[in-house]
């Protein structure tokens, strides 16, 4: 163990000696540079993101949260918060100060009378549905079993059961969450409603949430896959998806984009899940997403819900760069499948993804400050997705997926969704959050003035 690079605010280096004793109070390991396995630690799942944690705690449980919060706040140090770590904008890291890193806290506790699942903070989608699917339940996430469900929790969560339940956001009945004062409180309807209220798509500003208690649901067995047609069909096959969704089931979840194949074709991709109890009524649903044209391919098939929630993992391996820019549309109009099919041009990375989630029902019928997740209005998100993995093609990548964005404003809502924000501008994270704004700011003067939690879509107490 060196001191290396762990530094408080100012930049000034702190003692061995701190760093020394806060290491044998904890039970985790406290990782810094020059350590065996330091480089591993500050790595995450974007390899565009390079940074160097002046140190890294390995959380075991709550009480290594709490020292940590602890030693960061009397010490001035930065601290950055590590769930899953599969984190598109970088938060998950900092340069020189600590990071507090759940991955290792991954429990998870399965109540089937009750229909409920305890988290750790530190787990995974594909920690969650290997416990769930054994009793026949599910929580409604995203859509890779990598993602950590702390951060998509806190930014809200949209994933393949998002139309029949809600956002991952509003299936939250309680957390265990350690404030910026190192206290462990719990966030319920009935103890700190307020922060409740706040964390359930407020993002990482509030606390460092070690533990979820979620509702499950009966989702055992599903009807779904891909669809994949030829990138020239593109127009014709959009204009088809966006006809069918709507008067599509609720139970009937449909995401839509331009892809390439294993090899490197252009193509176009249908993605359908099915989590209905009668699988053969998904079966017939499905059935003209199948037809909407001559297709490459057809996986669509029943499958347990755990394949369903990994069945893009591949399209998303670790190591690759990545920048995300969204927008959220008025409607799919002919004119905006014109600026997609336009824009999909200018993918030159047969890894990279232009996306369209479909979230039109059950989280749209809730008032937008049910909870801080205010993007309920807009069916449709937009999604830019550069992949690669040649540093070289850092700018030319990033400049498609703004120019893009930039593309598709005329037709755009002005909202934001929080999880893929790649970037922290102030007006992005503002606009994320809406109406709720306001109310947002005055809880974070409640439960951090000081803004001790900034590594994340940051709510300035000051605004």
């Not at 940074?51 to 709550?62: E, F, M, S, V």
């Not at 407020?202 to 509702?215: D, E, K, P, R, W």
Request: hydrophobic share 40%; proline share 5%; with cysteine.
């Amino acid at each position: 163990m060196t001191d290396a690079s762990l530094r408080n605010r100012a930049g000034k280096a702190l003692p061995t000696e701190r760093a020394t004793a806060f290491a044998n109070e904890v039970q985790g390991d406290l990782i810094q540079p020059g350590d065996r396995d330091y480089e591993e630690a500050r790595h995450i799942w974007n390899a565009l993101v390079d940074k160097h944690p002046g140190a890294i705690l390995k959380c075991r449980d709550t009480a290594d949260v709490v020292a940590a919060v602890k030693f960061a706040r009397d010490n001035d140090i930065l601290v950055a918060v590590r769930g899953g770590g599969h984190n598109v904008g970088g938060r998950a890291l900092c340069d020189d100060g600590l990071v507090i890193d759940l991955s290792r806290m991954r429990d998870v506790h399965v109540d089937p009378a009750r229909q409920t699942v305890r988290v750790q903070g530190g787990a995974t989608l594909g920690d969650v549905d290997r416990e769930t699917n054994v009793h026949g339940l599910a929580v409604p996430f995203g859509v890779i079993s990598k993602t950590g469900v702390g951060g998509l929790t806190l930014g809200g969560g949209v994933g393949w059961l998002v139309r029949k339940y809600g956002p991952s956001c509003d299936n939250v009945l309680s957390m265990e969450v350690v404030t910026a004062d190192g206290v462990a409180r719990t966030a319920s309807a009935d103890e700190n409603p307020d922060l409740f209220w706040a964390l359930r798509g407020g993002g990482g500003n509030f606390g460092v949430v070690t533990s979820f208690l979620y509702q499950a649901y009966p989702v055992s067995t599903v009807f779904g896959g891909l669809i994949v047609y030829p990138r020239a069909a593109a127009g014709e096959i959009l204009r088809a998806y966006r006809t069918f969704m709507e008067t599509a089931p609720e139970d009937l979840t449909v995401y839509a984009g331009f892809i390439c194949t294993p090899d490197g074709i252009p193509a176009t991709a249908v993605v359908p899940c099915w989590s209905g109890e009668d699988l053969a009524e998904g079966e017939r649903a499905i059935a003209p997403l199948r037809k909407l044209g001559e297709p490459l391919m057809d996986a669509v098939q029943a499958m347990p819900f755990p394949a369903m929630q990994s069945i893009l993992d591949a399209a998303f391996p670790a190591g690759t760069r990545n920048y995300w820019k969204s927008a959220f549309v008025k409607g799919l109009s002919d004119e905006v499948v014109d600026v997609l099919v336009e824009q999909a041009k200018g993918m030159t990375s047969p890894l990279s993804g232009l996306l369209i989630e479909y979230y039109g029902g059950a989280g749209g019928r809730k008032a937008s400050d049910t909870n801080a997740f205010a993007q309920r209005s807009s069916d449709y998100l937009i999604g830019f997705m550069p992949q690669w993995t040649d540093p070289a093609e850092d700018d030319p990548q990033i400049n498609w997926a703004k120019g893009a964005w930039k593309a598709i404003q005329p037709y755009a809502t002005g909202g934001y969704l929080l999880n893929y924000l790649a970037e922290g501008e102030q007006e992005a994270v503002q606009a994320a959050f809406g109406a709720n704004y306001q109310r947002l700011v005055e809880l974070k003067r409640k439960y951090d003035p000081t803004n001790f939690f900034r590594m994340n879509q940051n709510i300035q107490p000051d605004a």
